[in-house]
């Protein structure tokens, strides 16, 4: 119990981190330089300004400087790590790669939200989230599950924008897909695959005319396959073999 809130309290101080990248990575900003400050008024913030949750809760979700509206996104984008942590902790345990396999899902949440605000995702944090997932146990092996899922993702690209004769595939895709090949393995990948379609589908016949990212549901995917992994494999074998 104890071991669960400390992870969580951990998690919540990468998620407030995770607001920063969030805010800067896309403009082109530092996330080291400068400090964190408001970006209404530009001043710098006191360290019990960036308390996660907690700060915004005693601000009144305004700054402490000139007032202006704090959007209500930073406390739940921290909320939303902590939990990431927390059960990707109940998951592993105190493995020796838990952090590392928990920065790779923070990243992929990171360019989940990216992908909402721009519609597209930073190669810097794609690339982070893809080798935190090769961190693991058998490196070698997340490795080539990592190729296999990459490179089957670029083929399909490939062979789609030569018959639709328009580019069917982007790069960020096709790291995204090397992240969960490392990190789920096979047949886990294409499970996650199916399961982040099926996510995507409501909201892609809502919003079809306005586009929909789809990182956010491979991310989430990728998270639900990875905590659910035996039972996943044995829902799709039942569904496929009776």
């Given amino acids: 119990m104890i071991e669960g809130i400390l992870v969580f309290l951990f998690a919540m101080l990468i998620g407030s981190f995770l607001n920063v990248v969030i805010y800067r990575i896309p403009k082109g900003e530092s996330i ?4 964190s400050h408001c970006g209404s008024c530009n001043t ?15 601000l009144g979700g305004k700054c402490g400087f000139c007032g202006s509206k704090i959007s209500v996104r930073y406390p739940i984008v921290e909320l939303l790590t902590g939990l990431i942590g927390v ?26 939200i990216i992908d909402i605000d721009y519609m597209a995702v930073p190669d810097s944090v794609n690339v982070a989230a893809l080798l935190f997932a090769l961190i693991q146990p058998d490196f070698l092996h997340a490795i080539m599950n990592a190729t296999i899922a990459a490179g089957g993702l670029f083929l399909l690209g490939f062979v789609s924008s030569k018959i639709s004769n328009r580019e069917a595939m982007g790069s960020a895709d096709i790291i995204v897909a090397g992240t969960m090949g490392a990190l ?4 886990l990948f294409f499970i996650a695959l199916f399961l982040s379609a099926i996510l995507a589908l409501i909201p892609t016949l809502i919003w079809r005319e306005n586009g929909v990212p789809f990182v956010p549901f491979l991310a989430l995917a990728t998270l639900i396959v990875y905590f659910f992994d035996t039972n996943a494999q044995l829902i799709v074998n039942k569904i496929i073999y009776g």
């Fill in 32 to 35: 080291m330089f400068p400090a």
């Fill in 44 to 58: 710098p913030l006191k360290w019990w300004h960036n308390i996660p949750i907690l700060s915004w809760i005693f």
């Fill in 87 to 112: 059960v990707i902790y109940i998951k592993l345990g105190f493995a020796w790669y838990i952090p590392f396999v928990f920065f790779s899902f923070a990243s992929l949440f990171a360019l989940s």
């Fill in 184 to 187: 789920l393995g096979f047949p």
